[in-house]
């Protein structure tokens, strides 16, 4: 037998006991039924492994789970971890449908909001098992860490995960208990002012970091409000929500400082936040947390680690 027929029938080999392990490995998974944040019920019969996620929070919640090696791709707007710069990417706010399907998904995961309806009717028309998440909690974006844990057999690491981020969040929350919450303005983005509304999951995180939200009895998730609005709550503080390597501009600070008469401005109580980490909901909303917790009470936070 020639070195080359050697070769492929070695190659063969391979290739045959590469597809019997994979196939022992799923072969005794029960096919599991979840239900979407939509209300809809998803039957999984083996562990996805072509996903595509659809929002920045949702990739960082699948690399989180050690499954960086299945996403096959991302949205333009997924910067972390590093690896998911390197995925195949599928568009942003409207993802491309067509370079989607290219990449041969088992599961797309997204987010409940903007073409909503129009990318079920697509998924489904070519049976791609699709999973959207509506993160209008904290509660609720560990359930999506558990949920996407138990759809990709990764549940123990989501559990393991989960439990952290609980213990964590617990720890800040007990720290600032007892200091007095100041009235918060939490400025999504500036032109218009886009805050924060009871149903959004910030609002959890503004309340335990020890502060009141002065939009948290707005129903609206993401609210525009006027600056009317703002010198009529008078904000004790203000978080502008920035990327993490750009310091506040001479023109961000002079937007807010003109209007003198609010409490913020005359208290030099102006921050910035790093907007990935707070603004994403998935595992590092709890590293956002402990930010802004620093920020508002840095005596009672101050080396409270991890």
């Known amino acids: 037998m020639s070195t080359r027929l050697n070769r492929h029938v070695g190659i063969a080999l391979f290739l045959a006991l ?131 844990g138990k759809m990709t057999g990764a549940l123990p690491t989501a559990e393991e995960s989960v439990r952290q981020l609980r213990d964590r969040l617990e720890r800040i929350r007990r720290s600032v208990h007892s200091e007095i919450p100041p009235r918060l303005l939490y400025v999504v983005d500036a032109e218009p002012i886009i805050s924060v509304g009871i149903n959004s999951y910030l609002n959890d995180l503004i309340r335990d970091a020890g502060a009141v939200n002065i939009t948290g009895r707005i129903k609206k998730s993401y609210p525009i ?7 009529r709550e008078d904000p004790q503080v203000i978080i502008l929500a920035t990327d993490a390597d750009l310091q506040l501009t001479e023109s961000q600070r002079r937007r807010w400082t003109r209007w003198n008469t609010l409490s913020a401005v005359r208290e030099g109580k102006i921050y910035k936040v790093n907007r990935d980490l707070l603004n994403r909901p998935g595992p590092r909303i709890v590293d956002g947390l402990e930010e802004l917790a620093a920020l508002l009470h840095p005596s009672a936070v101050n080396g409270l680690g991890r």
């Open 225 to 231: 409000v006027s600056m009317e609005f703002v010198i």
């Open 18 to 148: 590469a597809a019997l392990l994979l196939h022992s490995r799923f072969a005794s998974a029960e096919p599991i039924t979840v239900t979407d944040d939509l209300g809809r019920s998803l039957r999984i019969e083996m562990p996805p492994q072509r996903i595509v996620s659809l929002a920045p929070g949702l990739t960082e919640i699948l690399f989180s789970l050690g499954l960086g090696d299945r996403i096959v791709g991302v949205t333009d707007y997924c910067n972390y971890p590093p690896e998911a710069l390197r995925k195949s990417k599928i568009g942003g706010l409207n993802p491309n449908i067509e370079a989607i399907l290219a990449l041969r998904p088992d599961l797309v995961v997204g987010v409940a909001g903007l073409f909503q309806q129009e990318n079920l009717i697509r998924f489904e028309r070519f049976h791609i098992s699709y999973f959207v998440a509506d993160p209008e909690s904290v509660e609720k974006i560990f359930h999506t860490i558990l949920i996407l």
